[in-house]
């Protein structure tokens, strides 16, 4: 009984890991802006204290806009796309309790179980901005949970993951 007890543990442990290795994303634009007219963009302002990550960004980014018809200019663009990067740690409390036994005299044994984690958690926020209005057109954002043994092919793969589902939907349809 024991042993099932703790199979049954381990198996809500790894599907809890398993949940928060998603990828979360959130998009929001101007209903007004004309996406359609939008040919060209180039990145602006872009300092973060990872020049490896970021690296991997403008290349996922050019990946996907090249896919939706975008073209990275040298001059002026139509877009500029301005990237905000932000990590925390959030804290994960998780507890057992084996929770079984027979009403007040009973005296078998149970057991509690909790561990504290801080997770950290990534969020890459990419703007489009209009050059001519000067005014942000679409935001998106995506957030997923950091592991930082992550080898560097991981990490390429989770970035463009993140920018291929911001970017499913593009141009916004109005």
């Not at 690296?55 to 001059?75: M, P």
């Not at 929770?99 to 149970?110: D, H, P, Q």
Request: with cysteine.
């Amino acid at each position: 009984m024991r042993k099932q007890i703790l199979l049954a543990f381990a198996a809500a442990t790894v599907l809890a890991g398993a949940g928060c290795s998603s990828i979360t994303t959130n998009v929001d634009f101007d209903a007004g802006a004309h996406f359609a007219r939008y040919r060209t963009y180039a990145f602006k302002d872009v300092h973060d204290r990872d020049a490896f990550q970021m690296k991997r960004v403008h290349a996922a980014i050019d990946r996907t806009l090249a896919a939706k018809g975008l073209s990275r200019a040298e001059g002026t663009p139509d877009l500029w796309v301005v990237l905000h990067t932000r990590t925390r740690n959030e804290r994960r409390v998780t507890t057992y309790n084996s929770g079984w036994g027979w009403g007040w005299g009973w005296r078998g044994g149970y057991w509690n179980a909790a561990r504290v984690e801080d997770i950290p958690v990534g969020t890459l926020v990419v703007d489009l901005v209009d050059t001519n209005a000067k005014e942000l057109v679409w935001r998106g954002s995506a957030t997923r949970v950091i592991d930082r043994d992550e080898t560097p092919q991981e990490r390429t793969g989770y970035v463009q993951e993140a920018v291929d589902k911001l970017f499913a939907d593009f141009p916004p349809k109005r």
